[in-house]
């Protein structure tokens, strides 16, 4: 157990990303909703550049823009920043992980490539293999979203055996509909991990299944 005090649990919230009537990033609206998120919603930790946040819509440079405010406003106050990382191009996805880990986040996560999709299992944790070993002291969480990639590998097959290729594993954010696989998924995790749900609809279900944290966008507004 790596990272004993590092686990992202409860709700989490998949933040927006708050632009300007020209398209810009605005980043002057981090600090109050931060605020907001503590003050009125109640929640102390959050997912940055998901997919609620258009993290794949946004350019590298926007990206680290974003993480690097939110980590600032969140400091001292926020319990987890997790950053989201994953890109088509795996040098882009490494290059984020560093930042994220010199900016000093709680974790990074990533989604899996969409365009010219991983075919095994085994292919998709050798990128993630890559991609965390750029900041290998990082807690990191596998992000599930097949509704969105198009990839539809089981989410149990990728963790099978992915701590011994991935030392610094720590849960998965699962965020598609296949209960199944997700129950399957808790059966197969140690204890330590954080299994994270991330459909807010099936919320109660994941629940019941033993999903310790969910990340969503309406406990974002």
């Given at each position: ?5 590092k686990?992202?649990t ?59 405010e ?56 050798m ?8 900041a ?82 309406l406990?974002?507004?």
């Amino acid at each position: 157990k790596l990272f004993p005090n590092k686990a992202a649990t409860g709700l989490v919230a998949a933040t927006f990303t708050p632009l300007t009537p020209e398209g810009e990033i605005n980043l002057s609206e981090i600090r109050p909703y931060v605020d907001y998120l503590l003050e009125q919603q109640g929640v102390k930790s959050i997912f940055v550049n998901g997919t609620t946040g258009e993290g794949m819509s946004l350019t590298v440079e926007e990206r680290k823009l974003l993480a690097v405010e939110w980590c600032h406003q969140g400091k001292n106050k926020l319990e987890q920043v997790i950053v989201h990382v994953g890109c088509m191009s795996l040098k882009d996805s490494q290059e984020l992980a560093r930042h994220a880990a010199e900016i000093g986040a709680d974790g990074i996560s990533v989604i899996s490539p969409s365009f010219f999709k991983p075919a095994t299992a085994e292919a998709l944790r050798m990128f993630l293999q890559e991609v965390a070993a750029a900041a290998p002291a990082m807690p990191f969480y596998y992000y599930h979203i097949p509704a969105v990639t198009g990839v539809n590998l089981r989410s149990r097959d990728v963790l099978e055996g992915i701590a011994n290729q991935i030392p610094s594993f720590q849960g998965l954010k699962f965020s598609g509909s296949d209960l199944m696989d997700f129950g399957q998924c808790v059966n197969y995790s140690p204890s330590h991990w954080s299994l994270l749900y991330g459909i807010d609809e099936q919320l109660l279900g994941a629940l019941a299944m033993g999903a310790n944290g969910a990340v969503g966008r309406l406990v974002s507004i």
